[in-house]
């Protein structure tokens, strides 16, 4: 019996140091990130944007080298559960992706300005070498001296501050013209705004929003109205407002007009083709520095923006991230009783909005060589 003892001992404690080896640390500090030359940082990590990044990679719509890392920022006080995401990460075993939480409170008097979190803001930004800001909620109208709309909903103002203060840090805006921007360090950093991306992109360097299109831009007052009119000015799935239908496509495709490069040359012959739409607020006062490179077949809306100190630096007003839009066999449902449905790339493949977005990948994945 004593003889054992002992081997198993060490069979028990080899098993634990095992376990412990196979278990990576997910959650790191701004100190620990120290890599410029591979790290991509995303903001807003829930389970869905991982999948995105996952998949966009995994599959070279984005293509990027094999020892690329990811990590996800967020606020601690956010709304949205990060534990979830650390579930899924853990769950899957993936081990490119860690998350970084931030936990210095902020508010609207203190993200345009030196403050609790500017530290982290460049330690991140100095141990990465892009960063991306995807979608997402209304932001509150006091980041840009404006009062709430009513038919603004603020659901998450931890998340905006965070990504508004960080957005500030990194480009600079009208706040402060003496204010120095972390970009003027390295001005080959990239930095994407996806939808709020691109509206939080123009917010904190100084600009303001549209709170409503429907109601301040058309001049319609119900989502009926909105329905009937022309389907280029209808920027999200309004069919949803009336909850009949559950299996609809969360958003709407209508065309925009790209009008400065690069995205001229992403859509090869076309400069018109169909994206992905999900939002009803939009640009309006441009920020400090900031160029429109794209429109709404119409002139009404800023569909995309560049930067005019920083060449790294853009922002689309749509969606080019979604899975769906690259997959063959994924049918979608815009309106309901809808009696077939098709993919994206049956609807507008080639020049008809395909070629684009995969071209738009390839650009952003060139400017993280």
């Given at each position: 019996?004593?003889?054992?003892?002992?081997?198993?001992?060490?069979?028990?404690?080899?098993?634990?140091?095992?376990?412990?080896?196979?278990?990576?640390?997910?959650?790191?500090?701004?100190?620990?990130?120290?890599?410029?030359?591979?790290?991509?940082?995303?903001?807003?990590?829930?389970?869905?944007?991982?999948?995105?990044?996952?998949?966009?990679?995994?599959?070279?719509?984005?293509?990027?080298?094999?020892?690329?890392?990811?990590?996800?920022?967020?606020?601690?006080?956010?709304?949205?559960?990060?534990?979830?995401?650390?579930?899924?990460?853990?769950?899957?075993?993936?081990?490119?992706?860690?998350?970084?939480?931030?936990?210095?409170?902020?508010?609207?008097?203190?993200?345009?300005?030196?403050?609790?979190?500017?530290?982290?803001?460049?330690?991140?930004?100095?141990?990465?070498?892009?960063?991306?800001?995807?979608?997402?909620?209304?932001?509150?109208?006091?980041?840009?001296?404006?009062?709430?709309?009513?038919?603004?909903?603020?659901?998450?103002?931890?998340?905006?501050?965070?990504e508004l203060s960080f957005l500030y840090h990194l480009l600079g805006g009208y706040q402060d013209s003496?204010?120095?921007?972390?970009?003027?360090?390295?001005?080959?950093?990239?930095?994407?705004?996806?939808?709020?991306?691109?509206?939080?992109?123009?917010?904190?360097?100084?600009?303001?929003?549209?709170?409503?299109?429907?109601?301040?831009?058309?001049?319609?007052?119900?989502?009926?109205?909105?329905?009937?009119?022309?389907?280029?000015?209808?920027?999200?799935?309004?069919?949803?407002?009336?909850?009949?239908?559950?299996?609809?496509?969360?958003?709407?495709?209508?065309?925009?007009?790209?009008?400065?490069?690069?995205?001229?040359?992403?859509a090869t012959s076309n400069t018109n083709p169909f994206v992905l739409s999900s939002h009803h607020q939009?640009?309006?006062?441009?920020?400090?520095?900031?160029?429109?490179?794209?429109?709404?077949?119409?002139?009404?809306?800023?569909?995309?923006?560049?930067?005019?100190?920083?060449?790294?630096?853009?922002?689309?007003?749509?969606?080019?991230?979604?899975?769906?839009?690259?997959?063959?066999?994924?049918?979608?449902?815009?309106?309901?009783?809808?009696?077939?449905?098709a993919s994206y790339i049956d609807l507008y493949s080639g020049d008809g909005g395909e070629n684009f977005?995969?071209?738009?990948?390839?650009?952003?994945?060139?400017?993280?060589?």
């Amino acid at each position: 019996m004593k003889i054992l003892v002992k081997p198993i001992i060490i069979g028990l404690l080899l098993m634990f140091f095992a376990c412990k080896k196979e278990s990576p640390k997910i959650l790191i500090t701004a100190d620990e990130l120290c890599d410029s030359i591979n790290t991509v940082v995303f903001m807003h990590p829930t389970v869905n944007n991982i999948k995105t990044v996952k998949y966009l990679t995994e599959n070279k719509i984005l293509p990027v080298s094999n020892n690329t890392s990811f990590v996800g920022v967020y606020h601690s006080s956010a709304t949205y559960n990060y534990n979830q995401s650390k579930d899924y990460i853990l769950k899957n075993g993936i081990d490119n992706i860690r998350l970084l939480p931030i936990v210095h409170k902020l508010n609207a008097d203190v993200i345009y300005n030196n403050n609790d979190c500017s530290i982290d803001f460049e330690k991140i930004f100095k141990g990465s070498k892009a960063i991306i800001f995807f979608g997402g909620p209304d932001m509150p109208p006091a980041c840009y001296g404006d009062s709430t709309n009513l038919l603004t909903v603020i659901t998450d103002p931890n998340r905006h501050y965070l990504e508004l203060s960080f957005l500030y840090h990194l480009l600079g805006g009208y706040q402060d013209s003496a204010f120095n921007p972390l970009l003027k360090q390295n001005q080959k950093y990239t930095v994407l705004g996806i939808c709020l991306g691109m509206q939080s992109i123009n917010v904190a360097t100084g600009g303001t929003l549209y709170q409503d299109i429907p109601t301040e831009l058309y001049g319609l007052r119900t989502v009926e109205s909105v329905l009937v009119a022309e389907p280029n000015a209808q920027h999200r799935n309004y069919y949803n407002n009336f909850a009949t239908d559950t299996g609809l496509i969360w958003g709407s495709f209508h065309q925009v007009n790209f009008v400065e490069e690069p995205f001229k040359t992403m859509a090869t012959s076309n400069t018109n083709p169909f994206v992905l739409s999900s939002h009803h607020q939009c640009i309006k006062r441009v920020g400090k520095y900031l160029k429109v490179a794209a429109y709404s077949m119409d002139g009404k809306i800023i569909e995309a923006i560049t930067h005019n100190t920083f060449p790294n630096v853009l922002g689309v007003q749509f969606h080019p991230e979604p899975p769906l839009l690259y997959k063959q066999d994924e049918a979608l449902k815009l309106i309901p009783n809808q009696t077939s449905s098709a993919s994206y790339i049956d609807l507008y493949s080639g020049d008809g909005g395909e070629n684009f977005h995969r071209n738009f990948w390839l650009y952003f994945g060139k400017l993280l060589e």
